[in-house]
């Protein structure tokens, strides 16, 4: 069936960087555009950033756009999140998701921007 693990979070301070992975399974993952997904509390679950399948064409929200970059390794059916630069704002549950399977998601991991 298809998973969707994703790690990486953390505590950072504001500035700081990290990098998130969203390891998957249970489908052909080259062919299917990937997505990152923030929920912060109280807030509805946003759209950061997108991936196609061909071509790796990339999509931001304004908010990140020039602070995160996503990417993909088809060889390790691993998709990830750089995150550069972040904010407080940017405190939230990160979540994977595959444009192929939308229904399907991880469990998240939990990033935090604080000093």
């Known amino acids: 069936q298809v998973k969707l693990v994703e790690s990486g979070g953390g505590l950072v301070q504001p500035g700081g960087s990290l990098k998130l992975s969203c390891a998957t399974s249970?489908?052909?993952?080259?062919?299917?555009?990937m997505r990152w997904y923030r929920q912060a509390p109280g807030k509805e679950r946003e759209l950061v950033a997108t991936?196609?399948?061909?071509?790796?064409?990339?999509y931001y929200v304004d908010s990140v756009r020039g602070r995160f970059t996503i990417s993909r390794d088809n060889a390790k059916n691993t998709v990830y999140l750089q995150m550069n630069t972040l904010r407080p704002e940017d405190t939230a549950v990160y979540y994977c998701?595959?444009?192929?399977?939308?229904?399907?998601w991880g469990q998240g991991t939990q990033v935090t921007v604080s000093s």
């Open positions: 249970g489908f052909t993952f080259s062919r299917s555009g």
């Open positions: 998701n595959a444009a192929s399977w939308p229904d399907y």
């Open positions: 991936i196609s399948a061909t071509h790796s064409i990339t």
